[in-house]
Protein backbone atom coordinates (compact mmCIF):
# COMPACT_ATOMS: atom_id res chain seq x y z
CA UNK A 1 0.00 0.00 0.00
CA UNK A 2 1.32 3.15 -0.91
CA UNK A 3 1.17 6.46 1.60
CA UNK A 4 -0.84 8.96 1.45
CA UNK A 5 -0.03 12.40 0.41
CA UNK A 6 -1.55 15.37 2.71
CA UNK A 7 -1.34 18.83 2.39
CA UNK A 8 -1.70 20.89 5.72
CA UNK A 9 -2.69 24.61 6.58
CA UNK A 10 -1.46 25.13 9.73
CA UNK A 11 -2.68 27.81 10.56
CA UNK A 12 -2.93 29.90 14.02
CA UNK A 13 -5.95 29.84 14.31
CA UNK A 14 -7.14 26.36 12.51
CA UNK A 15 -5.47 23.26 11.06
CA UNK A 16 -6.36 22.08 7.92
CA UNK A 17 -6.19 18.91 5.92
CA UNK A 18 -6.25 17.88 2.43
CA UNK A 19 -5.62 14.59 2.07
CA UNK A 20 -4.95 13.17 -1.74
CA UNK A 21 -8.02 12.00 -3.35
CA UNK A 22 -10.06 12.36 -0.91
CA UNK A 23 -10.03 16.33 -0.78
CA UNK A 24 -10.39 18.44 2.58
CA UNK A 25 -10.88 16.07 5.57
CA UNK A 26 -10.22 17.84 8.59
CA UNK A 27 -10.61 21.53 9.41
CA UNK A 28 -10.17 21.77 13.36
CA UNK A 29 -9.28 24.77 15.48
CA UNK A 30 -5.28 24.73 16.70
CA UNK A 31 -5.98 24.23 20.46
CA UNK A 32 -4.82 21.23 22.66
CA UNK A 33 -5.67 21.17 26.45
CA UNK A 34 -3.01 19.05 28.41
CA UNK A 35 -3.10 18.93 32.42
CA UNK A 36 -0.22 21.38 33.53
CA UNK A 37 1.36 18.83 36.18
CA UNK A 38 1.51 15.96 33.51
CA UNK A 39 1.98 17.35 30.73
CA UNK A 40 -0.86 14.43 29.08
CA UNK A 41 -3.33 15.79 26.42
CA UNK A 42 -6.96 16.05 27.53
CA UNK A 43 -8.66 17.23 23.93
CA UNK A 44 -7.39 18.43 20.61
CA UNK A 45 -9.19 20.77 18.37
CA UNK A 46 -12.60 21.65 18.80
CA UNK A 47 -12.84 19.42 21.50
CA UNK A 48 -10.54 21.80 22.89
CA UNK A 49 -11.33 25.10 21.73
CA UNK A 50 -14.72 24.77 23.77
CA UNK A 51 -12.63 24.22 26.99
CA UNK A 52 -10.84 27.86 26.55
CA UNK A 53 -11.16 29.76 29.26
CA UNK A 54 -13.50 27.50 31.02
CA UNK A 55 -10.76 25.37 32.23
CA UNK A 56 -9.95 24.69 35.89
CA UNK A 57 -6.31 25.51 37.52
CA UNK A 58 -4.75 21.44 36.55
CA UNK A 59 -6.68 22.23 33.01
CA UNK A 60 -4.32 24.55 30.65
CA UNK A 61 -5.85 25.40 26.96
CA UNK A 62 -3.17 25.97 25.14
CA UNK A 63 -2.69 27.44 21.14
CA UNK A 64 0.81 25.85 20.04
CA UNK A 65 0.88 28.28 17.00
CA UNK A 66 1.22 31.72 17.34
CA UNK A 67 1.82 34.68 14.59
CA UNK A 68 1.62 32.05 12.20
CA UNK A 69 5.13 29.93 13.24
CA UNK A 70 5.70 27.29 16.42
CA UNK A 71 5.44 28.84 19.55
CA UNK A 72 5.28 25.20 21.60
CA UNK A 73 6.92 22.52 19.96
CA UNK A 74 6.09 19.97 21.78
CA UNK A 75 2.24 20.32 21.81
CA UNK A 76 2.48 21.16 18.02
CA UNK A 77 4.32 17.52 17.53
CA UNK A 78 0.97 16.24 19.19
CA UNK A 79 -1.54 18.51 17.79
CA UNK A 80 -0.19 17.44 14.22
CA UNK A 81 0.04 13.76 15.28
CA UNK A 82 -3.25 13.33 16.54
CA UNK A 83 -5.10 15.28 13.44
CA UNK A 84 -2.48 12.84 10.88
CA UNK A 85 -3.66 9.84 12.83
CA UNK A 86 -6.93 10.73 12.73
CA UNK A 87 -7.52 11.14 9.53
CA UNK A 88 -5.91 7.74 8.55
CA UNK A 89 -3.31 9.12 6.21
CA UNK A 90 -0.51 7.13 8.73
CA UNK A 91 -0.07 3.28 9.71
CA UNK A 92 2.80 1.36 11.33
CA UNK A 93 3.62 0.70 7.28
CA UNK A 94 3.38 3.56 5.47
CA UNK A 95 4.22 7.20 6.21
CA UNK A 96 3.03 10.42 4.53
CA UNK A 97 4.27 13.03 2.20
CA UNK A 98 3.50 16.10 3.84
CA UNK A 99 3.44 19.58 1.77
CA UNK A 100 2.95 22.55 4.76
CA UNK A 101 2.41 26.01 4.13
CA UNK A 102 3.93 28.80 6.12
CA UNK A 103 4.52 32.69 5.63
CA UNK A 104 6.49 34.14 3.62
CA UNK A 105 9.31 35.67 5.70
CA UNK A 106 9.59 32.91 8.75
CA UNK A 107 13.32 32.37 9.63
CA UNK A 108 15.29 29.03 8.60
CA UNK A 109 14.88 27.84 12.06
CA UNK A 110 11.21 28.55 12.09
CA UNK A 111 11.65 26.43 9.14
CA UNK A 112 12.98 24.24 10.62
CA UNK A 113 11.09 23.60 13.88
CA UNK A 114 8.17 22.74 11.48
CA UNK A 115 9.94 20.29 9.52
CA UNK A 116 11.36 18.59 12.44
CA UNK A 117 7.32 18.63 14.00
CA UNK A 118 5.69 17.22 10.89
CA UNK A 119 8.73 14.71 11.00
CA UNK A 120 8.38 13.51 14.51
CA UNK A 121 4.52 12.99 14.09
CA UNK A 122 5.00 10.46 11.12
CA UNK A 123 6.00 12.68 8.06
CA UNK A 124 8.22 10.38 5.41
CA UNK A 125 9.07 13.95 3.60
CA UNK A 126 8.65 17.33 4.46
CA UNK A 127 7.87 20.61 1.94
CA UNK A 128 7.03 23.72 2.83
CA UNK A 129 5.21 26.26 0.17
CA UNK A 130 4.82 29.90 0.46
CA UNK A 131 1.35 30.57 1.95
CA UNK A 132 0.19 33.29 -0.39
CA UNK A 133 0.79 30.61 -3.49
CA UNK A 134 -1.78 27.92 -2.30
CA UNK A 135 -4.16 30.65 -1.37
CA UNK A 136 -3.96 32.29 -5.16
CA UNK A 137 -3.82 28.76 -6.39
CA UNK A 138 -7.13 27.68 -4.31
CA UNK A 139 -8.81 31.03 -5.12
CA UNK A 140 -8.45 29.66 -9.14
CA UNK A 141 -5.98 32.36 -9.88
CA UNK A 142 -3.50 30.84 -12.86
CA UNK A 143 0.13 32.05 -11.39
CA UNK A 144 2.16 30.08 -13.80
CA UNK A 145 1.62 32.55 -16.59
CA UNK A 146 3.72 35.67 -17.57
CA UNK A 147 1.34 38.01 -15.52
CA UNK A 148 0.91 39.39 -12.67
CA UNK A 149 -1.36 38.11 -9.78
CA UNK A 150 -2.10 39.87 -6.55
CA UNK A 151 -3.44 38.09 -3.17
CA UNK A 152 -3.92 39.27 0.53
CA UNK A 153 -4.27 36.36 2.90
CA UNK A 154 -5.50 37.33 5.91
CA UNK A 155 -5.45 34.25 8.76
CA UNK A 156 -5.65 34.29 12.60
CA UNK A 157 -1.92 35.13 13.21
CA UNK A 158 -0.53 36.81 9.73
CA UNK A 159 -1.24 38.37 7.21
CA UNK A 160 0.70 37.61 3.85
CA UNK A 161 0.51 40.11 0.69
CA UNK A 162 2.43 38.67 -2.44
CA UNK A 163 2.41 39.12 -6.16
CA UNK A 164 2.46 36.10 -7.88
CA UNK A 165 4.21 35.64 -11.84
CA UNK A 166 5.07 32.62 -13.79
CA UNK A 167 4.92 30.29 -10.56
CA UNK A 168 6.61 31.70 -8.32
CA UNK A 169 6.41 35.09 -5.59
CA UNK A 170 7.36 38.56 -6.99
CA UNK A 171 7.26 40.52 -4.33
CA UNK A 172 5.45 40.01 -0.69
CA UNK A 173 4.97 41.08 2.60
CA UNK A 174 4.37 38.98 6.03
CA UNK A 175 3.25 41.52 8.94
CA UNK A 176 1.78 39.66 12.17
CA UNK A 177 -1.61 42.03 12.28
CA UNK A 178 -4.79 38.91 11.50
CA UNK A 179 -7.58 37.80 12.86
CA UNK A 180 -6.22 37.16 16.34
CA UNK A 181 -4.84 40.86 16.59
CA UNK A 182 -8.73 41.96 15.23
CA UNK A 183 -9.76 39.90 18.40
CA UNK A 184 -7.54 41.39 20.70
CA UNK A 185 -7.85 44.98 19.73
CA UNK A 186 -12.01 44.28 20.21
CA UNK A 187 -11.13 42.78 24.48
CA UNK A 188 -8.78 45.88 24.33
CA UNK A 189 -11.27 48.71 23.33
CA UNK A 190 -14.06 46.99 25.33
CA UNK A 191 -11.46 46.99 28.52
CA UNK A 192 -10.84 50.52 27.93
CA UNK A 193 -14.48 51.76 27.18
CA UNK A 194 -16.59 49.85 29.51
CA UNK A 195 -14.39 48.47 31.97
CA UNK A 196 -15.48 45.09 31.06
CA UNK A 197 -12.86 42.36 30.62
CA UNK A 198 -14.49 39.70 27.46
CA UNK A 199 -12.46 36.42 26.42
CA UNK A 200 -11.06 35.70 23.03
CA UNK A 201 -14.21 33.82 22.69
CA UNK A 202 -16.12 36.63 22.85
CA UNK A 203 -14.36 39.25 20.85
CA UNK A 204 -14.43 36.89 18.15
CA UNK A 205 -18.10 36.17 18.59
CA UNK A 206 -18.25 40.33 18.25
CA UNK A 207 -16.22 40.35 15.61
CA UNK A 208 -17.99 38.00 13.30
CA UNK A 209 -21.71 39.43 13.96
CA UNK A 210 -21.21 42.89 13.73
CA UNK A 211 -17.41 43.78 12.57
CA UNK A 212 -17.02 46.01 9.83
CA UNK A 213 -14.95 48.19 8.46
CA UNK A 214 -17.39 50.11 5.67
CA UNK A 215 -16.79 53.17 5.08
CA UNK A 216 -19.66 55.45 7.02
CA UNK A 217 -20.15 52.77 9.91
CA UNK A 218 -22.11 49.64 10.63
CA UNK A 219 -25.33 50.23 12.50
CA UNK A 220 -25.89 47.06 13.84
CA UNK A 221 -25.59 46.32 17.92
CA UNK A 222 -25.02 43.39 19.87
CA UNK A 223 -25.02 42.36 24.09
CA UNK A 224 -21.99 40.79 25.18
CA UNK A 225 -21.16 39.62 28.51
CA UNK A 226 -18.22 39.91 30.99
CA UNK A 227 -16.51 40.41 34.12
CA UNK A 228 -16.75 44.31 35.68
CA UNK A 229 -13.41 45.00 36.05
CA UNK A 230 -15.10 47.50 39.51
CA UNK A 231 -17.59 45.28 40.92
CA UNK A 232 -15.91 41.88 39.87
CA UNK A 233 -19.48 40.83 39.16
CA UNK A 234 -20.98 39.76 35.27
CA UNK A 235 -22.43 42.39 33.96
CA UNK A 236 -23.93 42.72 29.71
CA UNK A 237 -23.40 45.60 27.93
CA UNK A 238 -24.50 46.86 24.34
CA UNK A 239 -21.75 47.27 21.90
CA UNK A 240 -22.35 48.96 18.28
CA UNK A 241 -21.20 48.31 15.07
CA UNK A 242 -19.65 51.17 14.88
CA UNK A 243 -17.50 50.69 18.31
CA UNK A 244 -15.96 47.49 16.78
CA UNK A 245 -14.72 49.43 13.55
CA UNK A 246 -13.17 51.96 15.71
CA UNK A 247 -11.45 49.57 17.58
CA UNK A 248 -10.25 47.64 14.23
CA UNK A 249 -9.47 50.79 12.56
CA UNK A 250 -5.52 50.25 13.63
CA UNK A 251 -5.05 46.67 12.49
CA UNK A 252 -6.80 47.01 9.06
CA UNK A 253 -4.97 50.09 8.80
CA UNK A 254 -1.69 47.90 9.00
CA UNK A 255 -3.18 45.68 6.36
CA UNK A 256 -3.44 48.52 3.95
CA UNK A 257 0.18 49.97 4.54
CA UNK A 258 1.35 46.19 3.72
CA UNK A 259 -0.55 45.78 0.40
CA UNK A 260 0.37 49.47 -0.61
CA UNK A 261 4.33 48.37 -0.13
CA UNK A 262 4.04 45.27 -2.22
CA UNK A 263 2.58 47.16 -5.06
CA UNK A 264 4.96 49.91 -4.74
CA UNK A 265 7.91 47.06 -5.10
CA UNK A 266 6.11 45.31 -8.01
CA UNK A 267 7.45 46.10 -11.74
CA UNK A 268 5.47 47.96 -13.78
CA UNK A 269 4.49 45.59 -16.12
CA UNK A 270 3.07 42.98 -13.39
CA UNK A 271 1.24 46.48 -11.73
CA UNK A 272 -0.47 47.03 -15.18
CA UNK A 273 -1.83 43.34 -15.06
CA UNK A 274 -3.07 43.68 -11.27
CA UNK A 275 -4.95 46.75 -12.41
CA UNK A 276 -7.11 44.28 -14.58
CA UNK A 277 -7.30 41.37 -13.01
CA UNK A 278 -7.61 42.68 -9.65
CA UNK A 279 -6.58 41.53 -5.83
CA UNK A 280 -7.72 38.74 -4.57
CA UNK A 281 -8.91 38.09 -0.53
CA UNK A 282 -8.06 35.12 0.96
CA UNK A 283 -8.57 34.06 4.89
CA UNK A 284 -10.76 34.22 7.65
CA UNK A 285 -10.06 37.64 7.82
CA UNK A 286 -11.10 38.43 4.27
CA UNK A 287 -14.86 37.78 5.67
CA UNK A 288 -15.10 41.02 7.63
CA UNK A 289 -17.50 42.87 6.17
CA UNK A 290 -16.50 46.04 4.02
CA UNK A 291 -12.59 45.18 4.05
CA UNK A 292 -12.53 44.21 -0.02
CA UNK A 293 -14.33 48.35 -0.41
CA UNK A 294 -12.12 49.58 1.72
CA UNK A 295 -8.91 47.96 0.56
CA UNK A 296 -10.06 49.30 -3.15
CA UNK A 297 -10.67 52.50 -2.29
CA UNK A 298 -7.42 52.68 -0.88
CA UNK A 299 -5.28 50.57 -3.54
CA UNK A 300 -7.36 51.74 -6.58
CA UNK A 301 -7.83 48.71 -7.92
CA UNK A 302 -10.31 45.81 -7.93
CA UNK A 303 -10.83 43.86 -4.84
CA UNK A 304 -12.77 40.79 -4.80
CA UNK A 305 -13.11 38.21 -1.97
CA UNK A 306 -12.58 34.87 -2.71
CA UNK A 307 -15.19 31.86 -3.17
CA UNK A 308 -14.88 30.14 0.30
CA UNK A 309 -12.06 32.04 1.47
CA UNK A 310 -11.07 30.11 4.82
CA UNK A 311 -10.25 27.22 2.53
CA UNK A 312 -8.04 28.45 -0.43
CA UNK A 313 -4.64 27.58 1.04
CA UNK A 314 -5.51 23.81 1.80
CA UNK A 315 -7.44 23.56 -1.34
CA UNK A 316 -4.14 24.95 -2.81
CA UNK A 317 -2.13 22.43 -1.42
CA UNK A 318 -4.50 19.89 -2.79
CA UNK A 319 -3.75 21.18 -6.13
CA UNK A 320 -0.39 20.89 -5.64
CA UNK A 321 -0.05 17.48 -3.94
CA UNK A 322 -1.44 16.58 -7.69
CA UNK A 323 1.78 17.76 -9.00
CA UNK A 324 4.48 17.89 -6.35
CA UNK A 325 7.89 17.28 -7.69
CA UNK A 326 6.98 19.62 -10.21
CA UNK A 327 5.81 22.58 -8.08
CA UNK A 328 7.01 22.30 -4.93
CA UNK A 329 11.06 23.51 -5.22
CA UNK A 330 11.13 23.88 -1.67
CA UNK A 331 12.37 20.27 0.01
CA UNK A 332 13.89 20.35 3.42
Known amino acids: MFSKDIGIDLGTANVLIHVKGSGVVLDEPSVVTIERDTKRVLAVGEEARRMVGRTPGNIVAIRPLRDGVIA ?61 KAAAIGAGMDIFQPSGNMVVDIGGGTTDVAVLSMGDVVTASSIKVAGDKFDEAIIKFIKAKYKLMIGERTAEDIKIAI ?120 KF
Open 72 to 132: DFEITEAMLRHFINRVGARSWYSHPRILICAPTNITSVEQKAIREAAERSGAKEVFLEEEP
Open 211 to 330: GSVTPGGHQSEMDIRGRDMVSGLPVTVTVSGKEVQEALWDSVQSIIVAAKSVLERTPPELSADIIDRGVVLTGGGALLKGLDELLSNELHVPVWVAEDPMHCVVKGTGIMLNNLDQVVKK
